[in-house]
């Protein structure tokens, strides 16, 4: 198979793979993609997983495809057709969890069918030793729908033989239980005696009297290893003798099934209970109620997701086991990088990534480039480490900085006050996040904390001078020092506390230690010298060394989850005075970029991180980057935002529903889902709401959203509590809200403000897409953002894309010559977005140096007082990059049409000496741009740049 591209990636495009986008659809829009102008497709997980995933990330084999999206045949014809159009391919790989549960992970199986015996045992994170003295040397299953005994006396537990493996097991709604091999011998002495009493199965004696004997006395843990091993050549051998005589014989089969449904009387039965009972308490694994994860779970999650368990890959032989397939396809030139998933989650993530790095040199003995991004993300404060040897983060850290440009910070306080007016909520952001943690380490992520305060709790007993502090304390104080994480997590080693890793440790101490009623407030500074592993940096510090650098890097790997729960995936959802800053990476405390420090971002990160990616709609984001684009006008228009929000909740006040403990949905939530509608409201509804089949597409769309967001918020509904009276009620007033079916007054009443809303986002839109492809890194393309994005969080945001509507737009672009006057005239169409990113992808391909290395200039504006117009230059030997970008346009014209030519008054642009002399090309626009004559600095005329075209990209060589 040939090479991919050779040259780092210069843009790439995200591909959401799944059994209804599979890699034969990829092959078919290869010719779209490279007529785009990118240079890589970056495709989400591949690997196989679970059956019907629509995302790819609950991988149960690293090292085949995913048979839901091709074969290997097909998968090298997509490879095949990339290289052919000179494409490359970037691969999302998940290294932190794995798929669990059911019956597809072989993994797993082995684990729960040999415990700590199984050569697989240390590839997941499981604490086999926990403080409950019933879990230890068992792994907890909680899949359970009920409490175990109830389960039991319902008989919903049912003995199977697989035949194709040769295991008995139990079965419970698609979950496989594998047995002991050394409980086999109980179960063949069961059918035994079936046998001896059915003249029709007596043929079947021999053989399981054989089989029964043959599993009698199997190695237990404590035996050699050697030992273990013959012991389980042993078994495998007798379950494959199994497994032939139940292929080979119907009768059998059947004969095996009855009695396994008869073992200790019918199933649910006291004799059956107490027998499968029994059975169940010799194995390896405990079954619970899933309920009972949050307290009890003794594996390490992806958050609080059971069925996704936590892998071990800072162990040199899991790293290779996980990675012998993309280590191959490195070493093949199949892929040309990879994007790390959830890299926060491992043990070592810089150990991980230098690992990872020499790996792909050694496969590839050298080679060409090979991109690596990490999901990170970033909190404002904070710098990835630059001993990583990787290119960057996935872009998360970039979205929010782009998009608090448009933010206006003049907005800030009139839009908290129409927020708290309207819902009543008073509280600060602060003291929500600060809610929403307590709730977390509360609840779902519970038991990972006490997993933490027995480790916390075993070092301190090791020493005379830290014994009193007691189990209760350490995990009192622990919960306080997580609550006051700023960021998401430390990166100490038991080599070292990097000098920002000890200024956030001890800072969360600090804050730990002073707003904290405690009556030993030492405690604190154990804590922190573990945290910074001062604690054992003495050779004779009579602490566990091993033990404290283990239990602090355990530490870091709770923090993560914890501030993705807490800040994400909840005080998102219960703080919502501005959506578009409840971003992945965001904070609403953050109330926009100025344009000095959007440089700034920029110039650092051309100095360290220059092939970062950049990215503004994910298939994680909260919200497509044209929502996020319109919603940041509401911070330009507050006063009118909370007009409007008042009108309309008057119209819409009949369709709440009255419950015990107040209407419903409540003014909060009422809030989130008026933003959603302001948002993402589609450009064909526009014009007229009056479509019912469109509209109600659209309600039930803004209704998934609403119903995640509430539980997401954890304060009426929650996944694991749901509310179904208030649920319901919700879903009643998104419905009668959007009906279309009969005249509807808030359709009257919204459209004008959304309209207006949308024009204005559509600036906002076109600027930050011109912005994104122009500014240091490489610039991502989330599938279908080609044109319009108003999706929601997911699933909305994994809808399937209409390429035949794409390549159409495409062809409609090029047959009109790429006239801009038509294009925004008949901008809802998104055909104006996609000219956007074609013209300035393919400049990129063009021109790859200037984009890749170029200097960064900020360029000064004059007569711009308001900050209304953001320009910088890029330079590379002898060519130049002017781009001109506006914001905050609302006030500018009657907002029925883009700000165009004398709209920007006498503002100018204030170029540099060298560039007197350019002649500039309008990449964007037809015609010639020249520098204006001055006698002092040379300027650009923004009236005469942005006289076509809402933004400008000019190229003068």
Known sequence: MGKGAADPPRATYRLQFNKRFTFRD???????????????????????????????????????????????????????????????????????????????????????????????????????????????????????????????????????????????????????????????????????????????????????????????????????????????????????????????????????????????????????????????????????????AAHEINYRRFFDINDLAGIRVELADVFEATHARVLAWARDGVIDGLRIDHIDGLYDPAGYCRRLRD???????????????????????????????????????????????????????????????????????????????????????VSELNVLANAFDRIAEANWSTRDYTREALLFAIREVVARFTVYRTYVTGRQCAAADRRYIEWAVRQAKKQTVIPDPSIFDFIEGLLTGDLVRRSRSGFPRAAAVRAAMKFQQY?????????????????????????????????????????????????????????????????????????????????????????????????????????APDRIDEYLVYQAMVGSWPMELLDDAGDPGAMARFAARVEGYAMKAVREAKRVSSWTNPNPDYEKALGAFVAASLDAGRPNPFFDAALPFIRRIARLGLINSLAQLTLKLCVPGVPDTYQG????????????????????????????????????????????????????????????RENPMLFRQGSYVPLAVEEDAEGRVLAFARVWEGTALVVVAPRFVSSLGDGRAPPLGSAWGERAVVVPDALKQCRFRNLLATGDIAVAPCSGQPRLRVAEVLARFPTAVLLGR
């Open 559 to 663: 923090t993560g989850p914890m501030m993705a729960k807490s800040l994400e995936d909840t005080s998102f959802y219960r703080y919502v005075p501005l959506l578009s800053l409840n971003e992945v990476g965001g904070d609403p405390r953050r109330f926009g970029t100025t344009p000095a420090a959007f440089d700034y971002m920029n110039q650092d990160r051309l100095r360290h991180w220059p092939a970062a990616m950049l990215a503004t709609s994910t298939h994680d984001t909260k919200r497509g980057e044209d929502v996020r684009a319109r919603l940041n006008v509401l911070s330009e228009l507050p006063r009118e935002w909370e007009a409007v929000l008042r009108h309309w909740a008057r119209l819409n006040k009949r369709h709440k529903t009255q419950l015990d403990d107040g209407e």
């Open 359 to 445: 790996r792909v040199r050694e496969e590839r003995q050298g080679g060409g480039p090979f991109y690596i991004i990490v999901e990170k993300i970033l909190a404002h404060h904070e710098r990835l480490p630059e001993d990583w040897p990787v290119s960057g983060t996935t872009g998360y850290d970039f979205l929010n900085q782009l998009n608090g440009l448009f933010v206006d910070p003049a907005g800030e306080r009139p839009l908290v006050r129409a927020y708290q007016r309207f819902t009543g909520e008073r509280a600060a952001f602060d003291e929500v996040l600060d809610r929403s943690k307590r709730r977390l380490m509360d609840h779902e992520l």
């Open 785 to 844: 953002a080609e044109l319009w994005d108003l999706s929601l969080v997911d699933p909305d945001n994994r809808r399937p894309v209409d390429y035949a509507l794409r390549r159409a737009a495409a062809g409609r672009i090029d047959d009109g010559g790429g006239r801009t006057e038509s294009m925004l005239q008949s901008w809802k169409t998104g055909e104006v977005k996609l000219h956007v990113l074609r013209s300035l992808l393919r400049a990129r």
């Open 26 to 292: 990829a092959t078919r829009i290869v010719p779209y993609l490279r007529d785009l102008g990118v240079s890589h497709v970056y495709a989400s997980p591949i690997l196989a997983a679970r059956a019907g995933s629509m995302h790819g990330y609950d991988i149960v084999d690293h090292n085949a495809l995913n048979p839901e999206l091709g074969s290997e045949a097909e998968f090298d014809a997509l490879v095949a057709a990339l290289h052919r159009h000179g494409l490359g391919l970037i691969l999302d790989f998940v290294p932190n969890h794995m798929g669990i549960g059911l019956a597809d992970n072989q993994i797993w199986l082995d684990i729960l069918e040999y415990g700590q015996t199984s050569p697989f045992a240390h590839y997941l994170d499981i604490e086999w030793q926990p403080a409950k003295r019933e879990m230890r040397n068992k792994v907890l299953v909680p899949i359970l729908g009920d409490h175990y005994g109830e389960i039991l006396r319902k008989g919903e537990l049912a003995l199977r033989l697989d035949t194709e493996s040769g295991r008995f097991g139990v079965d419970y709604h698609g979950h496989f239980l594998p047995l002991r091999p050394r409980s086999y011998a109980v179960l063949l002495q069961h059918l035994l005696s079936l046998a001896g009493n059915a003249e029709s199965c007596g043929r079947f004696r021999e053989p399981l009297d054989r089989l029964r004997a043959a599993y009698g006395s199997p190695p237990g843990r404590r035996a050699s290893l050697a030992v273990r091993r013959t012991g389980r050549d042993r078994a495998e051998a007798l379950k494959k003798e199994l497994a032939a005589l139940a292929r080979s014989s119907e009768s059998f089969r059947e004969f095996v099934a009855a009695g396994l449904r008869a073992y200790g009387g019918p199933p649910g039965s006291a004799g059956n209970c107490l027998l499968l009972h029994r059975m169940l308490e010799a194995q390896a694994y405990r079954l619970a109620y899933w309920r009972v």
